[in-house]
């Protein structure tokens, strides 16, 4: 018991990870938002250079949720995976990226009447 009159209990290291994991989780997730705001999606690269740790984290984040969607352990809540779709995180970025250059074929298909 603290002098304040509150039972103070030590954070084992395994609690202490734990929120810790929190944390940089929530931190992650801000700076997906901060990248949607600046760049209008959510299709960042796992090689970002300009901020390695969010490339990785979110590389990560399509792994754990494909682990899910399995029905394997993963380290995904559905709350996050809410709080995701809810900044219209992309799960697929190789389907995104085949339907943006699809239509980029499609354009130039119109424009110039042939595809190469």
């Not at 990248?35 to 250079?49: A, E, T, V």
């Not at 494909?66 to 970025?93: A, Y």
């Not at 995104?96 to 042939?114: D, L």
Request: with cysteine; charged share 30%.
């Amino acid at each position: 018991i603290t002098m304040a009159g509150k039972l103070h209990r030590k954070r084992s290291p395994k609690n202490f990870q734990r929120s810790n994991q929190a944390e940089q989780w929530i931190k992650r997730f801000q700076e997906l938002v901060e990248f949607r705001k600046k760049h209008g999606h959510c299709i960042i690269p796992h090689n970002y250079p300009e901020n390695p740790f969010l490339g990785r984290w979110v590389k990560r984040q399509r792994y754990q949720y494909s682990l899910m969607k399995k029905g394997k352990k993963s380290s995904i809540s559905k709350e996050r995976v809410k709080m995701l779709d809810k900044v219209g995180f992309v799960w697929n970025s190789q389907e995104v990226t085949w339907q943006e250059r699809f239509q980029e074929v499609q354009c130039f298909r119109a424009k110039y009447g042939h595809g190469f």
